[in-house]
T-cell receptor, first 113, second 115 residues
């Protein structure tokens, strides 16, 4: 079954508002990554948080990780219309010297001007 | 300066045909992947190669055969196409090696439609 599940499936907000997306997973992980996918395009890496980290920032992005609850959240502050995209969390399982990413189904974010 | 490129971008074909999708990366990465994204947007790994060696094979039907002529290329050949193969296929690459903290770089995707 899918490792990561995002919540909500879809989110619609106004420009300037904050957007929060959540991700839950089932097994122990090495790290968790967030990716963005614009319509009709490939995925773009946003941020990686290691299993021993609790919070990480990158520009307007803030990611938290709670390994006890097996959950992560992505916060986008002061959203812009250009942030409209699907956002995926991916849990990284490192085994045998290789990294495997397991993706959730994504959250579709729509930011209205 | 396209980092990960795929051809073709769109592929429409009849059931039963054989088709190939090509992928190339110019990032100097050691590891390449193929993912399938279905209509519900689930992205699932299919294969991974490290330095031309198969390291991940996620129980994909043997109608799918990846081929890596060198570490910059990973092609996907699909035999006897079925309706359920319709999806968007993404190629990706990463630095590989022994570090688990590698981000993956994705190509633009190939939308396969089987009629």
């Amino acid at each position: 079954s899918q490792q990561g599940e995002e919540d909500p499936q879809a989110l619609s907000i106004q420009e300037g508002e904050n957007a929060t997306m959540n991700c839950s997973y089932k097994t122990s992980i090495n790290n968790l990554q967030w990716y963005r996918q614009n319509s009709g395009r490939g995925l773009v890496h946003l941020i990686l948080i290691r299993s021993n980290e609790r919070e990480k920032h990158s520009g307007r992005l803030r990611v938290t990780l709670d390994t006890s609850k097996k959950s992560s959240s992505l916060l986008i502050t002061a959203s812009r219309a250009a942030d409209t995209a699907s956002y995926f969390c991916a849990t990284a399982l490192f085994s045998g010297g290789y990294n495997k990413l397991i993706f959730g189904a994504g959250t579709r974010l729509a930011v209205h001007p | 300066d396209t980092a990960v490129s795929q051809t073709p971008k769109y592929l429409v074909t009849q059931m039963g045909n054989d088709k190939s999708i090509k992928c190339e990366q110019n990032l100097g990465h050691d590891t390449m992947y193929w993912y399938k994204q279905d209509s519900k947007k689930f992205l699932k790994i299919m294969f991974s190669y490290n330095n031309k060696e198969l390291i991940i094979n996620e129980t994909v039907p043997n109608r799918f055969s990846p081929k890596s002529p060198d570490k910059a290329h990973l092609n996907l050949h699909i035999n006897s196409l079925e309706l359920g193969d319709s999806a968007v296929y993404f190629c990706a690459s990463s630095q590989g090696g022994t570090s688990p903290y590698n981000e993956q770089f994705f190509g633009p995707g190939t939308r396969l439609t089987v009629l």
